[in-house]
């Protein structure tokens, strides 16, 4: 039978490299106050050795866990992955919150809890018990739920609260909503559209309300009408179809129609299709996400390209910045979205 090897341990790195094992401590968890040729020969040594920090001998020898809960709504995310739809922003999230949390010597990991649970306490307990994380990332609608909020604060657990804006404990970090639903607004203004209409998302979303006051922002400073123009969704494309039908059968419909989510702008697609409405002669089509098959259809759809990788990234660097002892950010982080302009929007007939 072979023999397994020896486990390289943090004493044969100290040994090699001729420091104390609190200076090897100190270079793994990426603490200041390392001078550079120190860490230089401490890194060296751990590449000639091929040492491995173990996350478990670190949680025994000191007060941290190195890893970072994401909290996502349990609900969506389930009906998205059945469906094999909506998994992007998911995608999205992982990928800047575990290389973010590569680049600290954290680990990422992902927990799906009901907000509207009668349990939620007890659950969102028992995950923090069992996996003892320095820090906690929240999305909508867990970043708005206070319940969730006060329990982490009292707690003592670093966390963030992507998507909200409110004043309250944690760090916000937010997309631009009310800035990108302007930037939606203003090109189909620029195109010569006067009747623009807003499939809003749910009401249990803080950015719903956002992207309506960007929206109502833009019109009312073009003298633009918004009566009869705001319809609202779930996110969802059957509830994305109904607020399109909604506006569409109105007493004087719009030409063009932002919808809050790439499901419904999808959905709104489908209708126009099903009616002969040419996209964008007779109407054209904006959405929310982005997500990778909103560039696939007929035609391509213009869309707000959500940062959902970086905002995910600085939450992440926030909760892992302040468990390392720096200073709290009071101020909300905003990053800005962008809109990538494809086939689904042009001027308006007769404009």
Not at 250 to 266: E, R
Not at 296 to 314: G, M, S
Not at 321 to 347: C, D, F, M, N, Q
């Amino acid at each position: 039978m072979a023999r397994r090897r020896q486990a390289v341990t943090i004493r044969h790195v100290a040994a090699d490299a001729g420091v104390s094992l609190q200076t090897v401590s100190r270079v793994i968890n990426k603490e200041p106050n390392v001078r550079p040729e120190m860490m230089e020969r401490v890194q060296a040594s751990i590449a000639r050795l091929g040492y491995v920090p173990s996350i478990a001998a670190q949680r025994m020898a000191g007060s941290r866990s190195y890893l970072i809960v994401a909290l996502n709504d349990r609900e969506r995310t389930i009906a998205g992955w059945r469906n094999r739809q909506g998994t992007d922003w998911v995608d999205q999230m992982l990928l800047g919150g575990m290389l973010t949390c590569a680049e600290h010597g954290y680990r990422l990991l992902v927990e799906l809890v009901d907000t509207h649970s009668d349990h939620i306490e007890r659950e969102l307990l028992g995950a923090i018990a069992a996996i003892q994380p320095d820090g906690v990332i929240l999305t909508p609608p867990h970043s708005e739920n206070p319940l969730i909020t006060r329990l982490l604060e009292a707690q003592g657990i670093s966390f963030a609260r992507i998507g909200s804006l409110k004043p309250g404990a944690g760090f916000a970090v937010a997309i631009d909503d009310e800035g990108a639903a302007r930037l939606a607004t203003e090109h189909l203004v620029a195109l010569g559209h006067r009747r623009i209409g807003l499939i809003a998302g749910p009401d249990d979303y803080e950015l719903s309300g956002r992207r309506v006051t960007g929206w109502r922002a833009v019109l009312a400073e073009a003298g633009l009408p918004t009566e009869g123009l705001l319809a609202q969704g779930d996110f969802g494309f059957e509830t994305g179809r109904a607020a399109a039908l909604a506006l569409l059968d109105g007493p004087a419909p719009p030409s063009a129609i932002i919808a809050s989510s790439d499901q419904m702008a999808l959905a709104t697609l489908e209708l126009a299709r099903e009616r002969g409405l040419d996209v964008p002669g007779a109407l054209s089509v904006v959405s929310f996400d982005d997500t990778p098959i909103v560039r696939f259809v007929h035609p391509p759809l213009t869309a707000i390209v959500q940062p959902i990788a970086e905002v995910t990234a600085r939450a992440v660097a926030l909760v892992i910045a302040e468990r390392a002892g720096g200073a709290p950010l009071a101020a909300p982080v905003i990053v800005p979205a962008t809109l990538a302009v494809r086939a689904s929007t042009g001027r308006p007939v007769g404009a």
